[in-house]
Structures are given as structure tokens and as C-alpha cells.
Nanobody, 120 residues
Framework: QVHIAEFGGGSVQTGGSLRLSCVVS????????LAWFRQAPGKERELVAV???????RYSDSVKGRFTISRDNSKRTLYLQLNNLGPEDTAVYYCNVGEWDGNYTPTNFWGQGTQVTVSS
């Protein structure tokens, strides 16, 4: 049974930074492709960043250059560094264990999410 737990959300002002963490248990972490999604109120969940099992990263255009995804396989933890935040980044951020064939396909393994709120 895969279990996912996200941490690190909070409230910051525009231009601020946060670091999100996602701990994954019950899977072969080092062989997993993992991703961060976010969902703002009234909007669909969107893919933010991907970390493939062979070390590649992908970002949505809206966060490229501001967010950095990384992983520590020894700690079974996925990170997302959020810099230069703006109100448009306000959302619940979720971690997902998925599949990669050049595109990311999410599975049903989700965490509870962590809230990021950016005030102007």
C-alpha cells in the first residue's frame, strides 16, 4: 500500500519562498516517477513538475524558472522549492506517484495535500 504525505505549505507574501516535501512509503521509491500537482479554488488540478526515475525533470510553463523539483531517494522524499511566489500560485499542492513514457500519467496514489497561500 502506497502512502504519501506532503508537508511544508504555509502563507507567504508575494516574492516569498517555500519548500514542500513529500514522503512516500510502500513503493520502490528510487524506481518511481513522481510529480507535484496543484489545485486552486474552482480550478482543475494541474501538473506542476515531474521527477522521472532516471533523473529528468519537467515543469509547467507557469512555474518554469521559479520552482525546482528534486528528490532524495535515501529519504524517500520528493521536494519542491517554490521561489518568487505570486498570488496565482495559491493552491493546494499534491504529490503523486505516476508513470512516465515521455508524458506523465498520474496514478490514484495521492497525498492529502498541503496549502500554499500567497498574499499581495
Amino acid at each position: 500500500q502506497v502512502h504519501i504525505a506532503e508537508f511544508g505549505g504555509g502563507s507567504v507574501q508575494t516574492g516569498g519562498s517555500l519548500r514542500l516535501s513529500c514522503v512516500v512509503s510502500g513503493s520502490t521509491f528510487q524506481h518511481n516517477t513522481l510529480a507535484w500537482f496543484r489545485q486552486a479554488p474552482g480550478k482543475e488540478r494541474e501538473l506542476v513538475a515531474v521527477s522521472t526515475f532516471h533523473g529528468r525533470t519537467r515543469y509547467s510553463d507557469s512555474v518554469k524558472g521559479r520552482f525546482t523539483i528534486s528528490r532524495d531517494n535515501s529519504k524517500r522524499t520528493l521536494y519542491l522549492q517554490l521561489n518568487n511566489l505570486g498570488p496565482e500560485d495559491t493552491a493546494v499542492y499534491y504529490c503523486n506517484v505516476g508513470e512516465w513514457d515521455g508524458n506523465y500519467t498520474p496514478t490514484n496514489f495521492w497525498g492529502q495535500g498541503t496549502q500554499v497561500t500567497v498574499s499581495s
